[in-house]
């Protein structure tokens, strides 16, 4: 019976991004140690929150989080203005300006470097500023508008238009123009809105009845208050025409109301960046999960932070296109937070980091990355566990976390329950299920698994036992023994045999001894370890260790000490120097290399899956850095040719769309794979194919045929995987399964 959990009651306020940024920039190594290939990092899930200091025509200053200082940003492959002056408006979009709380305001633009000054008259009052002009008012309550002249003078244009009697109320906007600026005034109880033509100083009234605090945006082609539009250059008297756009006006960019920033988000639609069609009304999305910071620029345009994840986070710039439309590109990559990295893994080219990237303390998960062979990160980081609600450690265990990655996408790890006994539990198939199987010890240690089987070593009592979870199905104990040193690799338990140096594979899934080998310890082994043809064995700390190669019979020595077996190498580390020490033996004989230096303080208790951690399937090295990042090494050691570790082809009823055929073939090693389906004549009826999830391939198949009919009947399938690596031949295996 399937008991697999369903996770509830686990949500978290605003956009979840779970994605994790990768550094392609190599981390330094240690003095003799190989160099990383590349770093990545555990990133917090909410992206980090993007503050708009100025903002111009060549580029944008930006603070990141609530207390970063302001640092700047250029537009990649723009070209800013290059003439500036005064007598230029236009070229206003670029300028930056200083002083407005004094009496001499300075300008300056931000591409050529070209400065000027104001001087506010005596009498005249700082009201607002665009481009190279300046507002003032004074004490009669008179608009002016200031410029520096070609002699260093400042010229003094008054403002004409205001009608009589109009009393300004004090809201002096700025929007996407430098030619114009929005002012308020009421007369005769009416509030009403109108812009100031900063090249000639005329005023025009727009729009009345604004009310105390309207909402105001506009360009050198519409204004829009409240929920009214009308064209700057309409016919005088023109009234403004009602438009409807979603949550709040931002900025208008050419023929376009840009809108979002909601105060309520009930969906992820909600936080898209919307335009509305202030001539025809249409509506478009033009970023989604736009749930960032906004700013109007001067240029017309609009900055807009935006992206679903958090590594995957952007400034967009916004900017008129062909025919009143709008343009959206990506000018800035807004740089994630990095969140505290407490377990590791390393499976078939994923690298899993375990920790809390969320902002409520305790929520545990882990988090893939996507490597290729040489261990570069190929996409970004994406959740692919539960939440863990509390730790799943025992306190003052020092060989926690306990994470075993098992080669299919998924990991095991022990939770503890209230009553002190154990459970290993599976997951990484989903962000909302795991699977589970009591073990009723406790202290206990998870010993190795690979795909279905995980071995726990329990404490008390100290019994050993293989818990068995196929297809994500909650586990059953398929054998309880007596504890010993023993391994998993695929469907084969290893254990030691009755005779000195003897190992014995117990078949799971037949439940009998297959096969016994000499590795010509000299000892009962206390230690086992199992990787493709690779049998890891040691008598105690001190030694002597070695590795038996099924393959050729080969027996090799290699350094004493707690290790971990890889395909074709050994990774162990020296908790004396910090260093972490290779092993490659796949030629029979053993050479060390430093492959890494750790640490000097532990970032968490963890050894192995602690603070680093080993692909056993055809992949590399990963660990912890002192920046609390992850460096990935190369192994550089061949791998083995891709093999069939254990399969789950058992026919579906049906099978149907809603209960499909979904066989597991558990590989060796990462790979791209077709299935092929032929019917009783040999007619190929379907073909499907994918990538592997970790070291897995799992497909699903409706029973129907390439034109989409069912035919009841025996079907034969051939599968073909080719290894990712591009080292070894092509895996091919047949079988049939049926459709009635």
């Known amino acids: ?363 545990d998960a882990a988090y893939a990355v996507p490597l290729d062979p040489t261990g570069k990160p190929t996409g970004i980081q994406a959740r692919r566990s539960p939440f863990i609600g509390s730790s799943p450690c025992l306190g003052g265990d020092a060989a926690c976390p306990q994470l075993e990655a098992l080669g299919d996408g998924r990991f095991a790890y022990l939770y503890t329950g209230t009553d002190g006994k154990e459970s290993v539990h599976v997951a990484g198939l989903g962000t909302d299920t795991y699977s589970t199987e009591p073990t009723g010890s406790s202290g206990g240690r998870i010993g190795t698994g690979t795909g279905r089987y995980v071995l726990y070593n329990g404490g008390t009592p100290a019994t050993q036992k293989i818990a068995d979870f196929p297809r994500g199905a909650d586990g059953e104990t398929t054998l309880d023994r007596t504890r010993s040193a023993a391994a998993i690799w695929g469907q084969r338990l290893w254990t030691p045999g009755t005779t000195q140096g003897g190992v014995v594979a117990y078949d799971l899934k037949a439940k009998r001894n297959v096969a016994t080998v000499n590795t010509g310890a000299p000892c009962t082994p206390s230690e086992i370890q199992a990787v493709n043809t690779w049998l890891y064995w040691s008598c105690g700390s001190a030694g002597p260790a070695g590795v038996h190669d099924r393959a050729t019979g080969r027996n090799i020595t290699v350094p004493a000490g707690p290790s971990r077996l890889a395909d074709g190498y050994l990774v162990r580390e020296n908790r004396t120097t910090h260093e972490l020490l290779l092993t490659d033996f796949h030629t029979g004989t053993a050479t060390t290399r430093t492959a890494a230096v750790l640490p000097t303080a532990d970032q968490n208790t963890g050894g192995n899956t602690g603070r680093w951690a080993v692909d056993r399937f055809g992949g590399n090295i990963a660990y912890l850095t002192a920046q609390g990042q992850v460096a990935i090494v190369t192994a550089g050691v061949p791998t083995s040719p891709l093999a069939q570790m254990e399969a789950q082809t058992d026919a579906a009823a049906g099978p149907t769309t809603q209960d499909p055929w979904q066989p597991v073939w558990q590989l060796s090693k990462p790979s791209t794979w077709t299935l092929t389906l032929t019917d009783a004549s040999g007619n190929v009826v379907r073909d499907l194919t994918g990538d592997s999830r970790a070291a897995a391939v799992r497909a699903s198949w409706d029973g129907r045929r390439g034109d989409g009919n069912r035919v009841a009947g025996t079907y034969t399938w051939r599968l073909t995987a080719k290894s990712r690596d591009g080292q070894g031949p092509d895996l091919v295996t047949t079988g049939t399964t049926t459709v009635s």
């Open 1 to 363: 019976m399937t008991r697999s959990r369903r996770l509830v009651g686990f949500a978290l306020g605003g956009a979840m991004a779970l994605s994790g940024a990768v550094l392609t920039v190599p981390a330094e190594a240690a003095p003799n140690a190989d160099t990383p290939v590349a770093t990545t990092q555990l990133n917090n899930i909410n992206p980090v929150p993007v503050r708009y200091g100025w903002v111009g025509a060549s580029g944008f200053q930006y603070a990141l989080g609530n207390a970063g200082n302001f640092q700047w940003a250029e537009y990649p492959g723009v070209t800013p203005p290059a003439h500036a002056g005064p007598e230029d408006l236009a070229t206003g979009t670029d300028v930056q300006i200083t002083g407005t709380s004094g009496v001499v305001i300075t300008q300056k633009h931000r591409s050529t470097g070209t400065t000027a000054t104001v001087t506010i008259p005596t009498g005249q009052t700082y009201r607002a500023a665009s481009g190279w002009s300046v507002l003032t008012q004074d004490a009669d309550g008179a608009l002016h508008v200031l410029r520096s002249a070609a002699d260093g003078t400042t010229t003094d244009l008054p403002v004409t238009g205001l009608p009589s009697g109009a009393q300004t109320t004090g809201t002096y906007a700025t929007g996407g123009s430098v030619r114009r600026l929005a002012v308020t005034y009421t007369l005769d109880g009416t509030s009403s809105l109108g812009l100031v033509d900063l090249a000639d100083g005329t005023f025009r009234t727009y729009v009345g009845g604004v009310g105390t605090e309207p909402s105001i945006t506009f360009n050198d082609s519409w204004l829009v208050v409240n929920r009214k539009a009308i064209r700057v250059d309409s016919e005088p008297g023109t009234a403004p025409a009602a438009v409807s756009f979603p949550a709040k006006p931002l900025a208008v960019v050419g023929d376009q109301l840009l809108s979002g920033d909601p105060d309520f988000v009930s969906s992820p639609d909600d936080e898209a960046l919307t335009a509305t069609s202030l001539a025809t009304g249409a509506r478009r999305a033009v970023l989604a999960d736009a749930d960032g910071a906004f700013r109007a620029t001067p240029d017309g345009g609009l900055l807009a932070t935006a992206g679903a994840t958090a590594d995957d986070f952007h400034v967009y710039r916004v900017l008129p296109a062909v025919g009143g439309d709008v343009s959206a590109r990506p000018v800035f990559t807004v740089p994630p937070v990095r969140a505290k990295v407490d377990g590791l893994m390393v499976a078939g080219g994923e690298l899993l980091m375990f920790g809390n990237a969320t902002p409520t303390p305790g929520w």
